[in-house]
Antibody, heavy 122, light 107 residues
């Protein structure tokens, strides 16, 4: 049974760096074909893909946010960490992590965490 | 970047109706398209992948079709549980993009 859960601060100040952790169970990021992504959703708005990391350390970033994002994995802890620098009030959103696979081609996100709301305000 | 455009943005329908939501890609994505359902305060749920493949456990009243740049999600007979927001997502390119969502509301 695959589960994912996001954790991190609920409130950050403008210009600060946000660090979010996705802790998962039911799969391993050392297994070939496994990936974890981050997606966010501002209140009342659409989903926005942020970043993705695969078992082989292939990393992908949204072009519009690439300069601010870093995604890493810790396979021993079953965790994926996303950092976002220079936070702004427009970054206020629910942040989700989600499981995906690579089967010779990318796949959609089939398991999602519950999400964590991050508010950016002074 | 590949842009995904959904229509309509909002759809009003009644229980038992057949409804269709459209998603258009700014360039061909072959069949690398997924559909998600999201209810308020909840994470999205995968319904359809590879344009027309039904995710395990999803009711058969949901179906997807299309290839290239135009795709549809059809719900054959709306049930009360289906009123939610639906998103398409392309995963053809190295990068991922979502549509802006279609809110399905009760008429």
């Amino acid at each position: 049974q695959i589960t994912l859960k996001e954790s991190g601060p609920t409130l950050v100040k403008p210009t600060q760096t946000l660090t979010l952790t996705c802790t998962f169970s039911g799969f391993s990021l050392s297994t070939s074909g496994v990936g974890v992504g981050w997606i966010r959703q501002p209140p009342g708005k659409a989903l926005e893909w942020l970043a993705l990391i695969y078992w082989d350390d292939d990393k992908r970033y949204s072009p519009s946010l690439k300069s601010r994002l870093t995604i890493t994995k810790d396979t021993s802890k079953n965790q994926v960490v996303l950092t976002m620098t220079n936070m702004d009030p427009v970054d206020t959103a629910t942040y989700y992590c989600a499981h995906t696979r690579y089967s010779g081609y990318d796949c959609p996100f089939d398991y999602w965490g519950q999400g964590t709301l991050v508010t950016v305000s002074s | 970047d590949i842009q995904m455009t959904q229509s309509p943005s909002t759809l009003s329908a009644s229980v038992g109706d057949r409804v269709t939501i459209t998603c258009r890609a700014s360039q061909s994505i072959s069949s690398w398209l997924a559909w998600y359902q999201q209810k308020p305060g909840k994470a999205p749920k995968l319904l359809i992948y590879k344009a027309s493949s039904l995710e395990s456990g999803v009711p058969s009243r949901f179906s997807g079709s299309g290839s290239g740049t135009e795709f549809t999600l059809t719900i054959s007979s709306l049930q009360p549980d289906d009123f939610a927001t639906y998103y398409c997502q392309q995963y053809n390119s190295y990068l991922i993009t979502f549509g802006q969502g279609t809110r399905l509301e009760i008429k």
